[in-house]
């Protein structure tokens, strides 16, 4: 059994529900976590949002089978049935720390995502920004790290597109379960299946939680004479509850050409007397 006697000020409950003392410092270099202690336990009924009156076709349709349950959810075991829970210690590889010197150092692990975010404790973190695979039906080899290593990743899925995307909706399932009530998650897709992987997203989070499309146009890939130039990529912005946090962004101002101000602008000062205004998210329109 652990030890649960009350620990410290630099003590904190690290990642598992068996309720083990760690150092608010973390684990060291090559320190194992424990696996949390779960149970063969189905999954609880709140799991999943309830929008029954969103997804109920009219009833001058008829009868019309709307699939209101995400790709591959099971109603008793949820995403455990085809992904089971793997009770293997996680190995944490470092701490990083970067940017300001006051900032907590960072976690990193290593090691399969969805197993080590299923030992993590529920509404945890602030903020998901996540890169995954864009269902692109290609093999990568990239040079990686300082040795230059030759890595290859494939981005081809055994069941095509229903395979991929079960694959992400139950990591997904755990990223909702990670945050806090008042955090967001930013999942970067393209044009291969970003309008099947936002329907997947309101089924998990919900249709009302979405709160943007954010379109980053770039300038870099070719032309074809088959069909318009493909240069842009979309992040889906979902929030945990309706209580979410959002920073408005802001960008120093300048003057260009003698241009003044625009009265279309909100502009702010810092404690530095610096002046700023909040960014236009088309284009940069402080002068």
Known sequence: MADKKQGGLGDELFGTSLGELRNATGPVKGEFVPPPDISGT?????????????????????????????LGWDRRRGFRKWYPQVMLPTQVVERVSFGHPELEPNRLFWGDNLHVMRQLPSESIDLIYIDPPFFSGKQYNVIFGDQNELCSFSDIWEGGLPGYIIWLNARLYEMKRLLKKTGSIYVHCDWHAGHYVKQEMDKIFGYDKFRNEIVWSYKSGGVS???????????????KTSTY????????TYKYHGIGKSSLQEYFKDENGDEYCLVAQTERSCQ
Not at 51 to 63: H, I, K, L, M, T
Not at 225 to 239: C, G, I, W
Not at 245 to 252: D, L, S, T, V
């Open 42 to 70: 189905d999954e609880i009924a709140e799991a999943l949002p309830e929008q029954e009156e969103f997804w109920r076709a009219p009833v001058r349709f008829g009868s019309i089978p709307v699939e209101k349950e995400p």
């Open 225 to 239: 004479k088959e069909y318009f130039a493909r240069k842009h990529d979309t992040l889906l912005l979902y929030s």
């Open 245 to 252: 946090c959002f920073n408005q962004q802001k960008e120093r």
